[in-house]
T-cell receptor, first 110, second 120 residues
């Protein structure tokens, strides 16, 4: 059974204090690993898809990386508007459904 | 495009009543997913459709839950009778499956804003 574990559950940063979120996964065959951002009262919003180990993608202050067992979401010099829950999910080659982790709640204080 | 549209945004109902949640996917998307989100269990897939046909309903918790997709632009999730433990946020998502720009086509979902269900 595919599994996704995210850590930490919650993270508080000062504005400008860089850090990383972790996503560990177990999947029989990885078609893709996805990162989403979710703001309170809203649905998850797509950020990145990573397909193979060694791949990296960037968007503004965010950079996602992928190994064979885990993915990291690096946040460089975060701002208060980066505060949200960040969700990781995997898509198995044999299936069509995304399996999500429980997320990391990020709070960036000014 | 207006995105995935869900209604209602909030629903408060009494235990035992029937609840119907509605979803309009993005035009042109051929897959639709119903998820439930709780603090304890996160996002759980309930059921998904390809080309209006239910493919996997193994996540539907009980027979009290049912879902339909009568056409490509509309789906419903029904709970009858509802119970307090059904209280959660229910999300609908859609995607374009099996097509795209090659083997690395983005299979990411587009989510709606969700329906917050409270059963008292």
């Amino acid at each position: 059974e595919d599994q996704v574990t995210q850590s930490p559950e919650a993270l508080r940063l000062q504005e400008g204090e860089s850090s990383s979120l972790n996503c560990s996964y177990t999947v029989s065959g990885l078609r893709g690993l996805f990162w989403y951002r979710q703001d309170p009262g809203k649905g998850p919003e797509f950020l990145f898809t990573l397909y193979s180990a060694g791949e990296e993608k960037e968007k503004e202050r965010l950079k996602a990386t992928l190994t064979k067992k885990e993915s990291f979401l690096h946040i460089t010099a975060p701002k208060p508007e980066d505060s949200a829950t960040y969700l990781c999910a995997v898509l198995n080659t044999g299936f069509q459904k995304l399996v999500f982790g429980t997320g990391t709640r990020l709070l960036v204080s000014p | 495009d207006a995105g995935v549209i869900q209604s209602p945004r909030h629903e408060v109902t009494e235990m035992g009543q029937e609840v119907t949640l509605r979803c309009k996917p993005i035009s042109g998307h051929n897959s639709l997913f119903w998820y439930r989100q709780t603090m304890m269990r996160g996002l759980e897939l309930l059921i998904y459709f390809n080309n209006n046909v239910p493919i996997d309903d193994s996540g539907m918790p009980e027979d009290r839950f049912s879902a339909k997709m009568p056409n490509a632009s509309f789906s419903t999730l029904k709970i009858q009778p509802s119970e307090p433990r059904d209280s959660a946020v229910y999300f609908c998502a859609s995607s374009l499956y099996g097509r795209g720009t090659g083997p690395r086509a983005n299979y990411g979902y587009t989510f709606g804003s969700g329906t917050r269900l409270t059963v008292v």
